[in-house]
């Protein structure tokens, strides 16, 4: 369970990020983000594994404050929860394998992980989770050989064989065209039904929204403004959430093709 | 609403590519440096004894004294010239290693804590002020004459260009890899591992060859200070008019360069 108790974020350069948050993600629950850009979407979710911190309030991640982790307490958070980027963040010159075995880092040892010793369960666990998301014939490829969405599974799989508790995936079909977004987020939803991982996703596509997402929470200027399960959602919920007229782009379209 | 973005082509001439400002400082830069070309020319050709014609005639009558070359030497030169090639190749390994360190402190997107990155670049700095010479000279004065001296001297120069052309490169990699390390739990050292060497191991491989061709020919020089291998032999030569002994081992070095040059040149252009 994620919780935020009156949480404030204000950058050094004066920026405020946050603005009294108090939201409960529930485990299991698949939450989608909505927000123009600039609203504090990818502030919320990077709080959440502090890559950004909240200068006040409280941030509970089962039951513990994170906000006052340092060193091995901050590792292990970020053990249990993995991140999608928008841009992929693979190691574009190493292969697809080694790519997911990274995944595994934070749950082995320095001196083991620099010579290359990975449990033999580690590559296997990696080699499953490609499989997972359909890409294990490109294990020795390098990251680089790869089209976007092909790169973006890949990151999903290093996700996967981290064996995280949470996943927070920050606009992660943004670079891809319709119908690889519609493939990777039905990955992600797959993944979070099967496995049981609380999923957080940001988002500013509105129908891929509404087609995925148990939960929308809409965000403007650093405040959660909208938070309610997607069949209390309307496009009028949009229209306030955005603060003006849904417009084409607002759309990804093309959830038939996939 | 206006429309600011219009006021260019409104005017219908066609905006050049610098502004005007800067095409005027350039002018004025270009006309200053060329001024001083002609002037420190016309200075040194009357500074020369006899003028610049008596200079060559006297460079010539020198050069003379060079031929012909004494091949006979060659076997006698065979072990300096090894020892200015392992004088080299053990200062570029070790100052490759050392550099690990040192560029990866001096990089400012690896070291966000700002003293110790200022502390690692003033040191590299200060490092790179001191001319390779000057280093040889102390260090013959220290340890005496021989190779030990000169190796730490390249050791010490090729630091200096080492670190800093490599903390370049580091600054210009993807971040993002390191950031997906970093959310999964890694630690530093992992971070680097994964995420940051495979990213510069060939630009690594290729400086770390090019400062050992650097190294070569700074290893020659060096010797004429007396730290050791090919240098110093052919300063010995020199001292005692030997100028025929001299040329073969200038020829000897030249051919070496070359052959080092062509080989270090053809592997880094497969590494990129
Ligand atoms: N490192 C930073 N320093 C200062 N201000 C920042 C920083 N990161 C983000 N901001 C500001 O905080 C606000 C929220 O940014 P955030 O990146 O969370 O928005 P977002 O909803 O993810 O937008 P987008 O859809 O463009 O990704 C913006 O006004 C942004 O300019
Ligand atoms: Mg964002």
Known sequence: MIEFKDVNLVYPNGTQGLKNINVKINDGEFVVIVGLSGAGKSTFIRSINRLVTPTSGSLLVDNEDILKFRGKDLRKLRTKTGMIFQNYNLVKRSNVLKNVLAGRLGHTGTLRSIFNLYKKEDVSLAYESLKRVHIDEKIYNRADELSGGQQQRVSIARVLTQQPKYILADEPVASLDPPTSHQVMNYLRKINKEDKITTLVNLHFIDMAMEYADRIIGMRAGEVVFDGPVSEVTEKTFEEIYGRAIREDDLRGGAEQA | MTNPKNSIADKKTIPSIYPTKTKLQVTVIFFVIL???????????????????????????????????????????????????QMAIIATTIAAIITIPLAILSARNVTTFKPLYYITRIFLNLLRTIPDVVLAVVFVGLFGIGIFPGILALIIFSLGILAKLISETIESVDMNP?????????????????????????????????????NIRASVILGLVGAGGIGLTLNQQINFYNYPNAMTIIIVIFITVIIIEYISTKLREALL
Do not use: C
């Open chain 2, 35 to 85: 001024a001083l070309y002609l002037f420190s020319m016309k200075k040194t050709t009357e500074d020369m004894v006899n003028g610049l014609d008596g200079a060559l005639g006297n460079m010539f009558r020198v050069l003379a004294k060079f031929f012909p070359p004494n091949f006979e030497i060659l076997k006698a030169i065979w072990n300096p010239m090894l020892e200015t090639i």
């Open chain 2, 178 to 214: 390191l950031e997906a390390m970093r959310a999964s739990g890694a630690n530093t050292l992992q971070m680097i591992w994964y995420a940051l060497v495979p990213q510069i191991a060939p630009q690594f491989t290729s400086l770390v060859l090019y400062v050992f061709e650097i």
